[in-house]
């Protein structure tokens, strides 16, 4: 994997990926931060080397950097999932990349289904931890010590100064930001009423199909990192209705413009 990080990290180098300082995951239905961004350069997924390529329709498939705020950024224009049929190495390949090319935070966004019924579709929730139900984790990987500690700490996945500064930022803004436990689990198929129960029962807020993986390979590298949910649907198992995925799409780009605030004020203060 050295090898495919410094192949991968030199392409990027030589296309003027120059020091970013900040990296960006959008999730499902969160493309329209890149609008906010002065683009230097874009990439396509597929001409990056030892890079996996989006297949899910509505997720871009893009590198780019640029400035936000001030701030080198390198940002993620729709990502992987281990549903998609790669590995959770594959998936978190861009972290490492990120990581190799100079970043020292990771933001994060995803779409997700609200399991606390206190929270509503179209609110945000701020992740302040998650349980990984993926079966298996992207660390668990021959050689994984050479990149670093094998038995990563996870007592504080998700940074409590830029969670801080989040909620901060949410309260100066009046967004509704809720705070809460993220349960990523394999996906693609949404969960039974059985599931959402005893995802309740464990302590999950919300269920998502990303994130965990990034989150775990972010703290194996000792980055900051933190990542914000957009609650697309509410998950009761009393009163459950089919999922439509374009009504989670549109609900997702309804809380996009409190996305892009929370994100934009926070890269001002790091």
Not at 29 to 49: A, R
Not at 129 to 144: E, M, R, T, W, Y
Not at 194 to 207: H, N, Q, S, T, W
């Amino acid at each position: 994997m050295i090898k495919y990080i410094n192949e991968t990290a030199k392409y990027l180098q030589d296309k003027g990926f120059d020091n970013p300082e900040i990296g960006i995951i959008l999730g499902t239905g969160l493309g329209k931060l890149i609008e906010e961004v002065e683009v230097i350069k874009k990439v396509s997924y597929n001409h990056i080397p030892n890079f996996p390529t989006a297949t899910v329709e509505f997720h871009k498939g893009k590198l780019i950097f640029g400035v936000l705020e001030g701030k080198k950024v390198i940002v993620m224009q729709g990502r992987f999932h281990f549903y998609e049929g790669y590995t959770l190495q594959d998936v978190t390949f861009p972290v490492r990349i990120m990581k190799a090319l100079g970043i020292h935070t990771l933001l994060i966004s995803n779409a997700s289904g609200a399991i606390n019924l206190n929270f509503k579709k179209g609110e945000l929730m701020l992740i302040e931890d998650h349980i990984n139900l993926q079966g298996s984790s992207p660390l668990a990987f021959k050689g994984v010590e050479k990149l670093g500690e094998r038995f990563t700490d996870m007592s504080e996945p998700y940074n409590s100064d830029l969670n801080t500064a989040f909620k901060n930022i949410a309260k100066t803004n009046n967004i509704k930001l809720h705070e809460g436990v993220y349960a990523s689990v394999v996906g693609p198929q949404l969960e039974t009423r059985a599931e959402y129960r005893m995802l309740k029962i464990i302590g999950a807020d919300a269920v998502g199909m990303s994130t965990v993986p990034e989150i775990i390979v972010a703290n194996h590298l000792n980055l900051k990192a933190a990542a914000v949910s957009v609650l697309t649907d509410e998950c009761d198992p009393s009163n459950l209705k089919p999922i439509n995925i374009n009504e989670i799409i549109a609900m997702a780009g309804k809380a996009e413009p409190n996305m892009i605030t929370l994100f934009k004020e926070l890269i001002k203060t790091i």
